[in-house]
């Protein structure tokens, strides 16, 4: 019996040490991605990034495949990389020349008919065939509302930053960039404005500032100067604009006759169109620079054309229904410029968007109108052997947005996009962060 019972323990042990996994068999942990390696290394353990949250995405239009997704499908606020989409609704809606204006004319008047260019007197665009074609007008001039069914100001935008030069306000018949320019003669201290203005001027009695500065009263086209002793005598303030008002007005010295504001008369009359010049003469320095009521005037002339009216709200969603339904995520998206923290966009969607734009439009144009290396928004940054990389930036407080075309050393073309939210520290180490990421990737593949 106790021989027994000692066999059947002895067999008992054996069993199971038979059935427990040795550890000298147990796989190996798999080593990481080495882009995943490299990522966290250089970008998610740096100090201003552990609190922050990111989404990258790294994809390889060759064989319709990411190379590298992380937290590619969240949601985070892009800043200017918004203007991406302003961008593909112009390049696909507006044709090949911007439409300056379309006009009616009667035995008695002409009438201006708004289609929201941006260049119109803009200081940019010495040439001006809307203005040349209504100086030789031999009628009186009226300017209509148009088809404007919008708000002068984005959905969501910062209301105390009203008086800075990069958020002018929105219109149908936009003029000198619905900015004023304000300058103080450094040798006779004498101030002028471009345009001259009607509007009430009024002095501050602070001496104590250095600063030349122009502000303007929120509610009201009235100016406040505060005289300066520093070298930057110059500042361009956005104006109220009521609608068409204050355009018929500052329009007419430079057409040499009065503008008066009337709605289109039906019946009767002879329509036509003036164009004022090629698309990417405006697209370009839209991207180059950033601009963001250049931006806002694209959408907006996109719904004028596409839809009768201009309505950011009405063309986004016919948009996001129509050609960009097939977006990976579909984005909260409420403005042209991204000025608005209510935009909404995943990295997966900005390379879609990418991978649809040089497919549609030719990776040349891109390359064209997106800035490279030293250039616009990156001339501090990709330097040293710029024509490499074609990329849109985004900015704003504790927003950091990258996303563009690659080309690497191996000739390869890879589309990315970097979108970083509430990291602390310094934006201009993230974005060296970022550079050092790109320069990685470009050496790898």
Not at 87 to 94: D, E, H, S, V, W
Not at 250 to 268: A, C, H, M, N
Not at 400 to 414: I, P, Q, R, W
Request: net charge neutral.
């Amino acid at each position: 019996m106790n021989k027994l019972i000692i066999v059947l323990l002895f067999l008992a042990v054996c069993c199971s040490q038979a059935c427990t996994p040795a550890h000298t068999a147990t796989a190996s942990t798999p080593s990481k991605d080495p882009i995943q390696q490299f990522t966290e290394e250089t970008l998610l353990r740096q100090p201003g990034l552990l609190p922050a949250q990111v989404g990258i995405c790294l994809y390889d239009p060759a064989t319709a495949t990411y190379k590298y997704n992380y937290q590619g499908d969240k949601y985070f606020i892009p800043a200017s990389n918004t203007k991406l989409f302003s961008l593909y609704a112009g390049m696909k809606y507006l044709g090949d020349s911007l439409m300056g204006m379309r006009y009616r004319v009667t035995d008695t008047a002409l009438f201006i008919i708004p289609a929201g260019d941006p260049t119109l007197l803009h200081p940019a665009y010495p040439d001006q065939p809307a203005i040349r074609f209504l100086q030789k007008a031999h009628r009186n001039l009226y300017l209509t509302p148009g088809n404007w069914q919008d708000r002068p100001l984005g959905r969501g935008w910062a209301w105390d930053d009203y008086n800075d030069d990069y958020m002018p306000e929105r219109s149908a018949f936009p003029v000198y960039g619905n900015l004023i320019r304000w300058m103080q003669d450094t040798i006779s201290g004498s101030f002028f404005s471009i345009p001259d203005i009607d509007w009430p001027v009024r002095f501050s009695p602070d001496s104590s500032k250095q600063g030349f500065s122009v502000r303007r009263d929120y509610h009201n086209n009235v100016f406040t100067i505060t005289e300066g002793k520093s070298r930057v005598l110059e500042q361009d303030v956005p104006f109220i604009t009521d609608g068409i008002a204050s355009a018929a007005l500052l329009l007419k010295d430079t057409v040499g006759k009065p503008v008066g504001v009337r709605q289109l008369v039906p019946g009767s009359g002879k329509d036509g169109v003036v164009y004022s010049r090629p698309v990417d003469s405006l697209f370009r320095p839209m991207m180059y620079n950033s601009d963001n009521f250049f931006a806002e005037q694209t959408l907006l002339m996109v719904g004028n054309q596409l839809l009768e009216k201009m309505n950011d709200a009405r063309v986004i969603d016919t948009l996001l229904n129509g050609e960009l339904k097939g977006l990976p995520q579909r984005p909260i998206w409420v403005d042209g410029c991204g000025l608005s923290r209510n935009d909404l966009f995943t990295p997966q969607d900005f390379v879609w968007l990418l991978d649809k734009m040089s497919k549609e439009f030719g990776l040349a144009r891109m390359e064209g109108i997106l800035p490279t290396g030293g250039k616009g928004t990156l001339s501090n940054y990709y330097k040293a052997d710029s024509g490499y990389i074609y990329a849109k930036t985004g900015s704003l407080s504790g927003v950091v947005a990258l996303s563009g075309y690659l080309l690497t050393k191996k000739n390869h073309l890879l589309l990315f996009s970097i979108l970083i939210n509430n990291y602390t520290g310094s934006g201009v180490a993230v974005r060296r962060q970022m550079e050092q990421w790109i320069h990685h990737i470009r050496d790898t593949y």
